[in-house]
């Protein structure tokens, strides 16, 4: 009798990497132990998720650097903050909330150094991560990151946030909201921006590093790139798109005083209206006005 012995071949079954996945998320959320309140609300499965993949599903290290978020949030609270506190951080509108998603439907955060108005490092993180934890409220269903959207125009050394605010901001941002960020365009940058860039890449983890991407409106690859992720008749033309880019500051103060209540409602805070005297908040909310195609 001959036998025929066949070189035994491994197959590659997706649907094992997600049962192994579902099984890691229930190591670390019982690593983790009974958790209550803010905690309890914050470390929903898909968060779990998002710190284990930040850590290569190493249930040890995920749990580390989850403990550490949590021990941040309930100092800085980031949940609490409100517009009327940041609010004079944005009047030159150099980071806001985009009324476009892109085309996997995350939400869009569009930033312009060049209109740099502070220099409190404080109030420039503050003002970020009142805006990240405003995108992520955003969020389509059954989507968990966010793109972002640099303008160079108008970016000068002067104009620039220092090295070690913008270190700050990469630490909050690889820390505390792993896997929030899906992509990063800077778009047409000046070629004085690579000394401050060799400055602060090498303190990019190897997962954020992949996703920042340098864009030139002249170059085949990059404009490819741009539609890949955009819509042309949504992108502002500042980002090589058919669309105004237009910051109106007291719309955005509606839309931002209209969201803080959503953000109290969904944390279980009781918040109490504001109205500051340049009337940005406890005025009915009418749509902010972002990009608006061209005619």
Known sequence: MMFLWRKKTTQHHPE???????????????????????????????????????????????????????????TYKPEEIRWHEVAHEGETGKVSRANFHDRFGRTVLIMRPGKQNTTSAEGNVRHLVYLIENSILNLSEGQESMSWLIDFTGWTLRTQVPVRTALDIINVLQ????????????????RIFEAF???????????????????????????????????????????????????????????????????????????????????????????????SPTS
């Open 175 to 190: 820390n505390h909201y792993p896997e929030r960020l899906a992509v990063a365009f800077l778009y047409n940058p000046p």
């Open 16 to 74: 094992n990497d997600s049962v192994q996945k579902d099984e890691k998320v229930s190591e670390l959320k019982a690593e983790l132990g009974p958790l209550s309140g803010q905690s309890l609300k914050y470390c929903t499965d898909g968060c779990l998720r998002r710190y284990l993949e930040a850590r290569n599903w190493n249930v040890d290290k995920a749990k580390k650097m989850l403990e550490e978020s949590l021990k941040w949030r309930s």
């Open 197 to 291: 860039w060799k400055a602060i890449k090498y303190f990019l983890d190897p997962k954020t590093f992949e996703k920042v991407k340098f864009v030139y409106p002249k170059n085949k690859d990059s404009v490819e790139l741009m539609t890949t992720f955009f819509d042309v008749d949504n992108l502002p033309s500042e980002f090589g798109g058919k669309a105004t880019l237009n910051y109106d500051h007291e719309e955005f103060s509606r839309m931002m005083a209209e969201d803080d209540v959503k953000t109290a409602k969904f944390w279980g805070l009781d918040d109490k209206p504001h109205n500051p005297s340049n009337g940005h908040a406890g005025v009915e909310a009418s749509p902010v006005l972002l990009a």
